[in-house]
């Protein structure tokens, strides 16, 4: 069964990859993460 986790309030240095990688070393597999950036600021 598949979830989705919404995790908000990230620094700014945030990469997909890095992220993956907190939640991937407690045991979970990951399948796809994605890091919303704003268009206007590139943050």
């Not at 240095?13 to 268009?39: C, I, K, P, Y």
Request: glycine share 10%.
């Amino acid at each position: 069964m598949g979830s989705k986790l919404y995790v908000g309030n990230l620094s700014y240095n945030t990469t997909e990859s890095s992220l993956r990688s907190v939640f991937e070393a407690d045991g979970r597999q990951v399948t796809s993460v994605s890091v919303v950036m704003d268009r206007d600021t590139g943050r």
